[in-house]
């Protein structure tokens, strides 16, 4: 029997998994750059890596398909020579002969698949979310063989992985859930080989794929959540997000230019953050690695010396109160008002049950029992379907004449107040009514979370920038 070397020992060579993003691999000199990173550490570690697609090439696919099943047949031919263009671009520039003759074929491949697809949708002027997750996908797997090229034209050895061979996930096509112990089973597996060997595998970001094999995506911004679910398959000893910021910052720095480098945060800050719009970490990114305790660093890969900041399963910061401001920007305060007959238990149980029957999550809850009031505020992307399920819902009620109409509050922001040690620091929503009432911002509503992380600001969407940044002068973050 052949003896297998086995995989490299943990004790000698540090395993990281390594997830660039969209602008870090936006090009050939980027590409260069993550090739010169990742060949750097694989000396010292051994190294997965996750790539997102090149940025801005997820949406242009997206656009395509829709306009496709609108009928439209000469936009997505356009797109379609914009994808090959793109990539062909960096294969012409950074790789030689041999490996081109590898790779063209395969990126040809993906602009056939592209153009099967959207023919099809043309045609049949529809897309389904399952055929959308095909083709929006169909950039990762474009990055991760030029990636993986051009590790090996650099003398790393390096092989391309599409995700639907390790992450098997439920058919919620466009948001699909990983089921764990598969894709822990099936990413073991299929990387062993290429482990032992030495070879660093390239996995495409955001896509993996049903029991079935049919391919699904994990949301937009999905790739962060790739790299951990890839990090606790594997039992990495940490994740490395590498994108364009220095780490996660006190504020969004497209608000707050003067926002500053949180050199670590803990994991309940981390998700608080994600949840309520920190575009920088997609929100389900700690999940995965939440019981295994994996840290996550968060680098830029324009700067890569720099440390960046550390998520860690708990904070150990002597920083006392506010961490950091979020905000989202595009929000609607959707408002019941129930008569006598009523019951609140009863209008807060239909409602609730309404949202969990279309997977909505509420940014912020606010009720008046007394009132028979229940208000909260969604994603004003969601507003439609959670009208149309509450509709439902309470026809009855509505013939009834039992409850008052469902109004519906649009161009809302809800800000948010971020930080494990507020809950012993008194004063802080008092801090935040003061500034914002000196600026002449209006609270349309607040709610503190019930982990005491945060405490929430409902305010009018053209105060968003104005009210993020007066609260984070206030904190002087
Ligand atoms: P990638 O393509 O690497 O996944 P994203 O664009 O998804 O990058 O996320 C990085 C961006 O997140 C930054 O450029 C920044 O504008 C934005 N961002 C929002 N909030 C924060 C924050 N608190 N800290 C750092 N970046 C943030
Ligand atoms: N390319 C995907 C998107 O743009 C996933 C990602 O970049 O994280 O949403
Ligand atoms: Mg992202």
Redesign the pocket.
Known sequence: MVKENPIPSKSKRPLIVMKF??TSVGSAERMKNVAEIVADHAQRAEVAVVV??MGG???MLIRAATQASQGDREQWKNVRRELAHRHREVADQLLKAAEQAIVLPRLADAVTDFENLCSGFSLVREVTPRAMDTL??L??VMSAQLVAAILRSRGTPAEAVDATELIVTDDNFGSATPLFEETHAQTRQRLAGLRRRGVVPVIT??RGATRQGVCTTL??????YSGTIVGGALDADEVWIWTDVDGVMTADPRLVPGARILPEISYPEAIELSFFGAKVL?HKTIQPVMKKKIPVWIKNSFNPTCPGTCIVPSANSSQRGVKAITSVSKAAIITLSGKDALSFPRLAAKTFNALSLEDIPTLMVTQSSADNVLCFAVHEADVRRVKAQLEKSFELEMLHDYMVAIEVMSHVAIVVAIGEDMKGTPGIAGRAFGVLGRHGISIIAIAQGSSELSISFAVKSADVKESVKVIHEEFKL
């Open positions: 993003g969209g997102s697609a090439v997820t949406d929006s996908s950039g990762e970001g955001f949301g937009r911004g999905g790739s962060d997609h």
